[in-house]
């Protein structure tokens, strides 16, 4: 099968599409259908889509009703017009099940670790959480645990936290999740890179980066 690849910003001028977001890297949605049994349901319709399309998406179904879809295309590690193809139909099916969109509930969690030399320490954090390395990162093969990245620094910073999160959030949720961070007694560190990312912070200082697709192309 050939693919066309898709940026994050080509993904957003695509109408037809409002069940799904670009966070990090793949399309999400989020369905309520009203039931568990309903729900399971859903996951049977879309399991149907995917094996006649040969495209098979990450499906979660959590209690009382919930179901969420991940599209990415695993053939160039990235999004392609395939995966828009299979979200359409994907969205299709669900209206007919008479299930309820949530497109700004997606949201994927990952740990960075700051470190002046990633290839002396990412060996010790795959073998402790047994994930498996991809490009320089670290991923759970199992698809359960956040991944893991590496930030290099050019200097020791022993003052502050060496690891801290990272929070991508749909680009229109990331506002009123800094808000109310904000709100619950948490700092701004740092707003320089907003929209791509925003550094917050509790009241110990631990740091924390609420993350988007925006203005990264």
């Known amino acids: ?66 179901v969420r879809v991940t599209l990415t295309t695993h053939a160039i590690h990235g999004l392609s017009d395939v995966d828009v193809e299979v979200a359409r139909t994907i969205s299709v099916v669900a209206q007919q099940a008479g299930a309820t969109s949530e497109p700004r509930t997606p949201q994927v969690l990952e740990l960075a670790i700051d470190t002046m030399d990633a290839d002396a320490i990412r060996p010790f954090w795959a073998a402790v959480m047994g994930y498996r390395e991809r490009n320089g990162s670290l991923v759970d093969p199992l698809g359960h645990g956040p991944g893991i990245w590496f930030q290099e620094m050019t200097e020791p910073r022993p003052q502050r936290n060496r690891i801290h999160f990272d929070i991508s959030v749909s680009h229109d949720e990331a506002d009123a999740r800094v808000a109310a961070a904000l709100a619950a007694g948490g700092t701004l560190v740092s707003a320089e890179f907003a929209r791509s990312w925003w550094v917050l912070a509790d009241a110990d200082g631990n740091e924390i980066c609420v993350c988007t697709w925006q203005d990264r192309d």
């Open 1 to 66: 099968m050939r693919y066309t690849p898709l940026t994050a910003t080509e993904f957003a001028t695509i109408d037809g599409l409002e069940d799904w977001r670009f966070v990090l890297g793949a399309i999400h949605a989020e369905f309520r259908t009203g039931s568990f049994p309903a729900a399971a349901g859903l996951v049977a319709a879309i399991a149907e889509v995917a094996e006649a399309s040969d495209h098979h998406p990450d499906l979660a179904v959590r209690y009382p009703d919930r």
